[in-house]
């Protein structure tokens, strides 16, 4: 759904939380339980003609909506086209949207679950650290192979903050 009123960009500015990262900028909130998320597009006059406005536009909301349910929850949100997304295609826009979630903590953790830990067997092969290889986790007591992960950075075993 998407967001076309004044009150509801501007109550979101007001109460929202903001980001900039690369060729946008984010505003979100959460909205309330049982809804879903909606987006709003704010392109300037400040990027050119009415054409590339309109490509921005489609390129922050394909790029939202192919990541919306990667969201940790629903969330309210508008995204600002800045002049450095003239030019871009929509791998380096998506890129660029992906590291404003992560950075708010707004994407799902794709290789950490509930209830989900490391295996001992694991961490004395690792030598007590996550490296970058696969390994088996095990979940509710029973070893389940999970698909490869590659880390860039080393942790210890029960850190789950990245």
């Known amino acids: 759904m998407r967001l076309k009123q004044r009150r509801d960009f501007t109550e979101l500015k007001q109460q929202g939380q903001r980001l900039a ?25 400040k990027l050119g ?10 390129l922050l909301r394909e790029t939202f909506r192919l990541h919306q349910h990667d969201l940790r929850q629903p969330v309210t ?10 030019g871009k295609q929509r791998a380096e826009v998506e890129r660029d949207f992906l590291s404003a979630l992560r950075k708010a903590k707004l994407l799902k953790e794709p290789w950490i679950q509930p209830n989900t830990f490391w295996c001992s067997q694991c961490a004395s092969i690792a030598g007590g650290f996550r490296r970058p290889r696969q390994f088996y986790l095990v979940s509710w007591g029973v070893a ?13 075993f029960g850190d789950t903050a990245r």
Do not use: D, F, Y
């Open 144 to 156: 389940v192979l999970r698909r490869a992960v590659r880390l860039t950075r080393w942790k210890r």
């Open 49 to 58: 003609s009415a054409v590339t406005r309109s490509r921005a536009r489609r």
């Open 77 to 86: 949100m508008v995204l600002v086209a800045r002049s450095s997304i003239l």
């Open 21 to 45: 990262a690369g060729c946008l900028i984010a505003n979100w909130t959460t909205p309330p339980a049982g809804s879903g998320s909606r987006l709003g597009v704010i392109t300037s006059r």
